[in-house]
């Protein structure tokens, strides 16, 4: 790695009203191809986009070609090798940030400063306003800022949940992609492995510390919490739902008290992760009595608050556009909780001596009574 260049203070382009649509190409192999109806093929290969009643909707609606041509026939019959179009219309996504602060760049790496409500890579309702898309708008757009000729824009390495803010992990190249991938990795396979060092972060080159609002008051200065980590099915998460369970992945987090405020019932806490299973940190709060404040979806015990599981097949809640209807219950992506990615050390790239080290400012609520008075600001808490 060079040294650091200045990084720009904030990227960032405003979101248009509606985003893009989106296109889906598949051709039909001869397994495919047996008595299978195109709302049949639909259906079964992307289940989680639509109910069978939706897709026949969309292909209704002549949003489907085959070999060039619309088709409005659900029961129309595929041939090996025909070429399929599913053109979903564009539409309004929800109300997000777009401004990122960049806290560190350099050839290989940039750390951006990611706000609470903006997801990080395409999925749901959220395909355009993501951080990968104002990483292709911004750096491909600015020659300045294309990074290495192996990548014509910088990806994220890692993600963070919709609702968390801090610091999140950019490659501009592939080796750059390569390293923190396996850095990441480490520390997870070192908790499956089950060789644990009682002081988290040890045994790794990446450390994460975030900082977190707890709902009660943590009696204990710290606290290890060693609970796996598994799925269970779950209306609006197509892949499933992580909570807290005994047959689950192995999982070990560090919590430190910072702050107890006993007049509001909540402690501020420091939470550093040895492993990063999705959604650690809520999970793990939520586990030892202590769920975050205003998680609207875990609770005491790490499960999620409400939970049908009449609801979990229900075909025939589709939306306008023929795919599924929000739940009514919180999904993972809900925000309204106070989770910060505030500090990350990693090996310098290609001079692994040397530590970069990158803070993200805290939100006020997340800050201390002495912070808050060292800068002159009034608790949130």
């Known amino acids: 790695m060079s040294t650091p260049s200045p990084p720009p203070q904030r990227i960032g382009l405003p979101w248009p009203e509606l985003n893009d649509g989106l296109t889906y190409k598949d051709v039909i192999s001869s397994s495919e191809s047996e008595l299978t109806t195109v709302s049949d093929f639909y259906f079964t290969k992307y289940k989680s986009s639509a109910p069978l009643l939706g897709w026949i909707q969309r292909i209704q609606n002549g949003q489907i070609q085959i070999d060039g041509e619309v088709v409005k026939d659900p029961n129309t019959l595929l041939r090996s090798g025909s070429k399929l179009v599913y053109h979903r219309l564009p539409w309004k996504e929800p109300d997000t940030p777009y401004s990122l602060q960049v806290l560190y760049e350099d050839d290989d790496l940039i750390a951006l400063n990611k706000p609470s409500g903006l997801q990080v890579l395409p999925g749901g309702l959220f395909q355009q306003r993501t951080v990968l898309t104002q990483l292709q708008w911004c750096f491909g757009k600015n020659d300045s800022y294309t990074g290495s000729r192996e990548s014509p824009h910088p990806v994220p390495v890692h993600r963070l949940g919709r609702g968390t803010s801090g610091i999140l992990l950019c490659a501009k190249t592939k080796l750059a992609?390569?390293?923190?991938?396996?850095?990441?990795?480490?520390?997870?396979?070192?908790?499956?492995?089950?060789?644990?060092?009682?002081?988290?972060?040890?045994?790794?080159?990446?450390?994460?510390?975030?900082?977190?609002?707890?709902?009660?008051?943590?009696?204990?200065?710290?606290?290890?919490?060693?609970?796996?980590?598994?799925?269970?099915?779950?209306?609006?998460?197509?892949?499933?739902?992580?909570?807290?369970?005994?047959?689950?992945?192995?999982?070990?987090?560090?919590?430190?008290?910072?702050?107890?405020?006993?007049?509001?019932n909540?402690?501020?806490?420091?939470?550093?992760?040895?492993?990063?299973?999705?959604?650690?940190?809520?999970?793990?709060?939520?586990?030892?009595?202590?769920?975050?404040?205003?998680?609207?979806?875990?609770?005491?015990?790490?499960?999620?608050?409400?939970?049908?599981?009449?609801?979990?097949?229900?075909?025939?809640?589709?939306?306008?556009?023929?795919?599924?209807?929000?739940?009514?219950?919180?999904?993972?992506?809900?925000?309204?909780?106070?989770?910060?990615?505030?500090?990350?050390?990693?090996?310098?790239?290609?001079?692994?001596?040397?530590?970069?080290?990158i803070v993200a400012p805290l939100p006020p609520i997340l800050q201390t009574s002495s912070e808050t008075e060292e800068k002159g600001l009034s608790s949130c808490k």
């Not at 990441?184 to 002081?199: H, I, K, R, W, Y």
């Not at 008290?257 to 509001?264: A, G, H, I, S, Y």
Request: aromatic share 6%; proline share 7%; with cysteine.
């Open 177 to 264: 992609k390569t390293k923190l991938a396996a850095y990441f990795a480490e520390g997870t396979s070192l908790v499956g492995s089950g060789n644990l060092d009682q002081e988290c972060g040890k045994g790794r080159k990446l450390s994460k510390i975030y900082r977190a609002l707890a709902d009660g008051i943590v009696e204990e200065d710290e606290v290890l919490i060693k609970q796996p980590i598994g799925v269970v099915r779950y209306p609006g998460v197509a892949k499933g739902l992580y909570v807290a369970s005994p047959e689950g992945k192995p999982a070990f987090s560090k919590v430190a008290v910072l702050e107890r405020d006993k007049q509001k």
């Open 266 to 357: 909540c402690t501020l806490v420091k939470v550093e992760i040895q492993s990063g299973r999705p959604h650690q940190i809520r999970i793990h709060l939520a586990y030892m009595g202590h769920p975050l404040v205003g998680d609207p979806l875990y609770v005491a015990g790490g499960q999620p608050k409400c939970f049908d599981p009449d609801l979990v097949d229900d075909d025939a809640a589709f939306a306008e556009d023929g795919g599924y209807r929000r739940p009514n219950q919180a999904v993972p992506g809900d925000c309204g909780y106070h989770l910060h990615a505030h500090q990350v050390e990693l090996p310098n790239l290609l001079n692994t001596h040397k530590v970069v080290k």
